[in-house]
């Protein structure tokens, strides 16, 4: 199995990393093919990484966390993508969800949401994606009407991952529909006997099929008030505007070590593969095809630790984090099909990790903002850049 080593990885994080990949091993490795035929993850699972210390790295320890960095994050993300146990979203859950909590809920909402994450007693999902409305964050048409000290919320919402299992959901909804992205909310909804909460059916994917992704329905849900996150509504645009850099990372990071990955396995694979009497590894072809990959690989993975030793210094900015997710993404596909078509008809069987590889690296060109809402970020800059340029 490919090891992972950067600047940014010091010997606490590297002996932290030694033991992520034990639990991994022996917690989530051995269930990876049934859960890819079950459609979600057992139930269990949760709490098995919750002792395993793998949910919540990064919060601090007094709402039960690990009380890490984004680092410890990070190595999380990597070791599950270099070991292909993929169908637990921690992504979401500890990256995404339990971070917007932190950053914007009350104390006695963190107190109660976060240690129950932490142990796996709660799985955390967000509510974004609406029917018709993808990226269009502003545009979303869920409400939440404030009728006391509750609000009532309609609508529904589409591809929410962990949405099958999740007791906490964090809804992006409009609180005003008459300001555009300054109307838009995030509320947490505990879910368990919630009247008027539904789940729809589990979506059928090409890949990522270990990983629960859902349709949720909310038909006029009374929730408290005091589960706003943030101290007023509206807030919900600029929460996510200042969440997702860090969500592309871990985009990005997962992709990052699965193409390393997709290069080691062609290689033992290419290895092995007698054609015309010889390894495959021995034509020409072979070598020059992994060659190009590595070096694809190699140099991506240093913009991957340039960013990540930016994040650790709070300096990514969007822009540049719109960079790392879509050009990992992007080249994690490239390297995938070429190392596919090295393992031949082979490689097109579900057995075969390559194949899991290939339809699982697809939707990292989607999800966390589509590649091409990557590229109009970073063109945005480039102008404003420009405008700055010619003013001075």
């Not at 990052?256 to 290895?271: E, G, I, N, S």
């Not at 495959?280 to 991957?304: I, P």
């Not at 699982?360 to 102008?383: D, L, P, Q, T």
Request: aromatic fraction near 8%; charged fraction near 20%.
């Amino acid at each position: 199995m490919t090891t992972y080593s950067a600047p940014w990885i010091d010997p606490e994080l590297q002996a932290f990393q030694d033991a992520v990949r034990r639990v991994i091993d022996r917690e989530l490795v051995p269930h990876e093919e049934r859960w890819w035929h079950q459609g979600y993850i057992d139930r269990e699972a949760w709490n098995r990484a919750g002792a395993g210390g793998l949910l919540l790295a990064s919060i601090p320890e007094a709402y039960g966390g690990g009380g890490g960095s984004f680092a410890h994050d990070a190595i999380i993300t990597l070791e599950q993508a270099l070991a292909g146990a993929t169908s637990l979203a921690n992504g979401v859950h500890s990256g995404i969800v339990a971070h917007y909590i932190l950053a914007y809920a009350g104390e006695e909402q963190k107190r109660r949401w976060l240690p129950r994450m932490a142990s796996g007693e709660f799985v955390g999902a967000i509510a974004m994606t609406e029917p018709g409305i993808g990226s269009d964050l502003q545009n979303v048409a869920t409400r939440a009407v404030r009728e006391g000290d509750h609000y009532r919320i309609s609508g529904a919402k589409t591809f929410i991952t962990n949405g099958l299992q999740a007791d906490l959901v964090l809804v992006v909804a409009k609180t005003d529909p008459t300001l555009g992205a300054r109307g838009v909310s995030i509320i947490g909804v505990e879910t368990k006997d919630l009247p008027g909460f539904r789940r729809g059916r589990l979506l059928e994917k090409i890949g990522q099929k270990g990983t629960n992704t859902v349709e949720l329905f909310f038909d006029d849900v009374r929730v408290p008030c005091e589960n706003l996150l943030g101290q007023e509504e509206g807030q919900g645009f600029f929460q996510l505007m200042q969440q997702l850099p860090k969500e592309r990372m871990i985009v990005a990071l997962g992709a990052q070590a699965t193409m390393l990955r997709a290069v080691d396995v062609t290689v033992d694979y290419v290895r092995q593969r007698q054609v015309f009497g010889a390894p495959l590894l021995d034509l020409q072809n072979t070598r020059f095809t992994l060659a190009e990959c590595q070096t694809a690989a190699t140099v991506t993975k240093a913009f991957v630790d340039d960013c990540m030793a930016k994040v650790l210094q709070g300096m990514l900015d969007s822009a540049t984090a719109s960079m790392a997710k879509w050009w990992c993404t992007q080249k994690n596909c490239e390297i995938i099909d070429e190392c596919l078509q090295l393992h031949g008809g082979y490689g097109y069987m579900l057995e075969y990790p390559i194949a899991r590889m290939y339809a699982n690296a697809r939707v990292g060109k989607i999800y966390g903002g589509s590649n091409e809402i990557m590229k109009e970020i970073i063109a945005r800059r480039m102008e404003a850049d420009a405008k700055a340029s010619v003013q001075r």
